[in-house]
């Protein structure tokens, strides 16, 4: 988000937000986003901001026009052109409504601003990134907040990076899905999926543009397979570096723009990486039913003690869930027997999850909460709760 300049934003009552952190909205608003105005010149700004964010306003071009949408819809811009008219008007005190000034606005439009209730004056050019922002938010999303999973090595080989492809070919069946590559170093996941010939953004691409990232934009950019849209990294002789900038947009795209978003994360340290791992709801240690796996599991329990939504995924049965789980100290979210021709799979390019049976996908629907995979066979998944008991 795009910090305005001192002075560019004045509050005249308690902002109330466009989304709470946490909170799952529902469908985007059926109701356009209102803009108040008969001057061209903020018109032309305020239509060029919605375009960024991806919305079509109703234009009222004077105060009883204004009236027919006032209540509902979910934003009101209001010039300060007509600011004082349709205060005489007294439409009644709403939420989310924001006085619009081009240039530094007058003492009195602040005096206005109060009579007509508004929240907010905001000054354009100054404001620009902020009430993009804002817009954004409202608009830009499927309906509820996308479910954010990252998913580490507990230990090299584990399959971190496969369960990562298998969750987002999961996620896809029902809805718009992505999943984020952020290891520069590992094999690719657009090659796991067998999609690294497709056309679309890789990481280099998006490091090297700057501003606030669309949803839609995120979408139609990526290369897909499906539902899926995979953000990976081409695979050349560069050194390739994950940029914090580019880190933030990208996730928070494609949160708005998706169902589910899987992140396959680095084992190695990084605060980079530590941060995008705060920002997901859940964290997925993988690791191997083997002493230096629950050694290395408990390393990273150690590094994100704080995460609350941490749990293990546990491959193998040399140990049982409920030991991994008293010396990790993390709940075992899944324990799961390998795959039989996992390898050749993704050799043939049809990524980790090539039908709904077996191990893995009977894992990656228990992680999800989905039923389990139809006709899949008892035996071949030893999933277990959050006790580390038998499911």
Do not use: K
Request: charged content about 25%.
């Amino acid at each position: 988000m795009v910090v305005p300049e001192r002075g560019d934003i004045f509050s005249m009552t308690p902002t109330t937000p466009l989304r709470s952190a946490g909170s799952r909205p529902t469908d985007a608003p059926a109701v356009p986003v209102l803009v108040v105005s008969d001057d061209e010149m903020l018109l032309a700004a305020l239509l060029r901001l919605a375009a960024a964010a991806d919305v079509t306003p109703v234009v009222a071009r004077d105060p009883i026009t204004a009236l027919r949408t006032w209540s509902r819809a979910p934003v009101v811009l209001v010039g300060a052109d007509l600011a004082p008219a349709l205060a005489d008007v007294a439409p009644g005190s709403r939420p989310r409504t924001f006085v619009v000034a081009h240039g530094r606005a007058p003492d009195e439009l602040f005096r206005t601003t109060l009579r007509l209730g508004a929240e907010q004056v905001v000054e354009l050019p100054g404001s620009d990134g902020w009430l993009v922002e804002q817009l954004a938010d409202l608009t830009e999303r499927l309906p509820g907040r996308a479910r954010v999973i990252g998913v580490i090595g507990g230990t090299g080989g584990a399959g971190a990076t496969t369960l990562a492809c298998a969750l987002g070919q999961w996620a896809a069946r029902g809805a718009p899905a992505a999943v984020i590559d952020c290891d520069p170093q590992g094999p690719g996941l657009d090659r796991i999926l067998g999609v690294e010939r497709n056309e679309g953004f890789r990481w280099d691409a998006l490091c090297q543009t700057s501003g606030r990232l669309s949803a839609r934009a995120l979408r139609e950019a990526l290369p897909r397979q499906g539902e899926l849209g995979v953000l990976s990294w081409y695979v050349d002789g560069r050194v390739q570096t994950l940029q914090a900038f580019a880190a933030r947009e990208a996730l928070s795209a494609a949160r708005r723009g998706h169902g589910v978003v899987v992140v396959d994360l680095p084992r190695s340290p990084d605060p980079l990486v530590d941060e995008i791992a705060a920002r997901c709801d859940d964290l997925l240690v993988v690791t191997l039913a083997s002493v230096v796996g629950v050694a290395g599991a408990a390393r990273m329990r150690a590094r994100f003690a704080d995460h609350a939504g941490a749990a293990v995924v546990l491959r193998g049965e040399a140990f049982g869930a409920e030991e991994v789980q008293r010396a990790v100290r993390l709940p075992v979210r899944v324990q799961m027997r390998d795959q039989r021709g996992l390898d050749e799979a993704i050799d043939l390019g049809l990524g980790p999850l090539r039908s709904s049976r077996g191990p893995l996908a009977r894992a990656v629907a228990r992680i999800l909460g989905d039923d389990a995979p139809d006709g899949a066979p008892g035996g071949d998944l030893a999933a277990t709760d959050a006790r580390g008991l038998a499911a």
